[in-house]
């Protein structure tokens, strides 16, 4: 941030006697030679005195009194000294994630509707962190790097898409993905990755993918990178939409919602994570604001700041203005005076 301030602004009062010597001026009728015994040859013919050097020399005035006053440009600079957090959110895309038994504004929406805004509420709460986005389903994939760029983050979340991937609940691989992006050696101290953690959000059970749910939770507990995760929807049967071959939807039907919390529940303790269980929007929000308090760096910042002196750029042509004012101040002299 960038201001301008005076170092001594009580000279900025002299500004204030400007008009007074402009009124005491203008009550001098004559000018006046001090000549001894001039008075009987004086004549008011004799001189014709210049206007403009007058307000040149009040601006010059003006403008020494401006760089007496130590004009500054003030830059406050905060130097961040900690380091954010590298957050990877794995996401399940799975097609139980079309699942409507959630509600907002009392319309039922299904699950990942209920979960992206909350997921772009987290990622504003964390403006210092490196935040990636890993998708999976049948397969895993990243969809977004470690990244400060949240506002492209938030452009790409906006895009994800329910049948983006072919089907299925590959949890592991999602998972190992996650813990693969994370992998960087100048944060890493004795094999363990320090300022990282992974948030895995998902509604099944672990049916697809070549790494075990168990095996990816050893893999991130012997990397030191803690787990939180999220099992989102109802128990039960639950609504499920069906659509035709052209994306319309024709109807509900009625699916037992599989989520295997046992699984999830083991990740999150082996890891030294979280488990959440959310069952509706609100619970979704709490594991959300849970994790942001539980992970979070109090950053330490140190404020200083840098001062520009601007006394020349008002002294300067104030000097200028006054020398120009004295030079051409001199009266001048009529010829036919001394005729």
Do not use: C
């Not at 009062?13 to 009550?27: H, K, N």
């Not at 001894?36 to 003006?62: D, E, K, N, Y």
């Not at 000294?81 to 399940?92: C, F, T, W």
């Not at 020349?312 to 020398?323: D, E, F, K, R, T």
């Amino acid at each position: 941030m960038t201001h301008l301030a005076f170092h001594d602004p009580l000279w900025l009062l002299g500004l204030l006697a400007l008009p007074l010597v402009v009124w005491l001026r203008g009550r001098r009728r004559i000018s006046v030679l001090l000549v001894p015994f001039s008075a009987a040859w004086h004549r008011p013919s004799l001189m014709t005195p210049s206007r403009w050097p007058v307000g040149v020399g009040l601006i010059g005035l003006g403008l020494l009194i401006v760089a007496l006053a130590r004009p500054q440009k003030v830059e406050d600079r905060r130097e961040v000294n900690s380091e954010g957090y590298d957050i990877l959110l794995a996401i399940d895309l799975s097609t139980s994630m079309r699942a409507e038994d959630y509600e907002r504004d009392g319309e039922r929406i299904n699950r990942l509707q209920a979960v992206k805004p909350v997921v772009q509420a987290f990622i504003d709460r964390r403006p210092m962190d490196r935040i990636g986005i890993v998708l999976f389903s049948g397969r895993a994939y990243t969809m977004a790097p470690l990244t400060f760029d949240h506002e492209w983050l938030g452009r790409q979340l906006e895009r994800v898409r329910i049948g983006m991937i072919e089907d299925g609940t590959a949890i592991g691989d999602g998972l190992g993905v996650a813990l693969t992006r994370l992998e960087q050696a100048k944060r890493e101290t004795g094999g363990k990755r320090m300022g990282a953690f992974v948030v895995l959000l998902t509604d099944g059970a672990n049916n697809r993918g070549s790494l075990s749910p168990e095996q990816a939770a050893e893999l991130a507990k012997s990397r030191g990178v803690p787990v939180y995760t999220i099992g989102a929807g109802k128990d039960g049967y639950v609504p499920v939409p069906v659509y035709d071959e052209n994306n319309r939807k024709m109807g509900y039907r009625r699916m037992l919602s599989d989520i295997d919390e046992g699984s999830l529940r083991n990740i999150a303790e082996s890891t030294g994570g979280k488990f959440f269980r959310s069952t509706d929007l609100d619970t979704v929000e709490g594991a959300f604001k849970a994790i942001d308090k539980a992970q979070k760096i109090e950053f330490q910042a140190k404020s200083f700041l840098i001062t520009t002196e601007l006394f020349w750029w008002a002294a300067g042509p104030a000097l200028l203005l006054l020398i120009v004012s004295a030079a051409f101040a001199r009266p001048t002299w009529r010829k036919e005076a001394f005729a």
